[in-house]
């Protein structure tokens, strides 16, 4: 009996134990709140400091004395004056030269402006532009109108009125502005017919 209350008591011993450990490890650990530190002394605020006006210092004047009546008088410096010259006497006939004629600058022709290396000759620039317009007109034919989404057709419409404002801009002789607009006619019908 006695080997089986030693038994006992081990079994007990570790029943307590256990029973120790499982508790402390299912309780929440309290939160611990960080250490502050020191406490941060705030200074105090300083006395306000206003400086005084200088006080004027005082110029001591040398003595006067009266001047001496063999002494010459005293002289202070003055500033040279400019020499005056008169003009050249004018004659009395001014001698006959005609007016010299300026004749006005010519009027530029309508439509003619500041141009570009690009759009320097007016048939060239419009050829350029139609060829553009022309391809963008080709591929625009291509798509296939009623198969295009809301979001395709607007669009079809936006390089379709490219195409019309670049016309008016032909139309204008403003060819950088057609050359601009018939480009992005012509990328946006590219992208439609893919």
């Given at each position: 009996m006695r080997g089986s209350l030693r038994g006992d008591g081990r079994f007990w011993l570790l029943a307590v134990l256990v029973?120790?450990?499982?508790?402390?490890?299912?309780?929440?650990?309290?939160?611990?709140?960080?250490?502050p530190g020191p406490a941060l002394?705030?200074?105090a605020v300083p006395d306000r400091v206003l400086a005084s006006a200088p006080e004027p210092e005082e110029v001591e004047e040398p003595p006067t004395t009266p001047p001496e009546p063999n002494a010459a008088p005293v002289r202070r410096p003055t500033r040279p004056r400019p020499v005056r010259t008169e003009p050249p006497p004018k004659p009395e006939t001014p001698p006959e030269t005609a007016p010299p004629t300026v004749e006005p600058p010519a009027a530029p022709a309508a439509g003619a402006g500041l141009r570009t290396v690009e759009t320097r000759d007016d048939v060239e620039a419009t050829r350029r532009v139609r060829e553009t317009l022309g391809r963008a007109t080709a591929t625009l034919g291509k798509v296939s109108v009623n198969s295009l989404g809301r979001e395709a057709r607007s669009q079809y419409d936006m390089a379709q009125r490219f195409i019309a404002q670049a016309d008016e801009a032909i139309r204008v002789r403003n060819f950088m502005l057609a050359a601009y607009l018939a480009g992005k006619a012509e990328t946006i019908a590219r992208e439609l017919a893919r």
């Open positions: 029973a120790a450990a499982t508790t402390s490890c299912a309780r929440p650990k309290p939160a611990l709140a960080p250490d002394g705030i200074p």
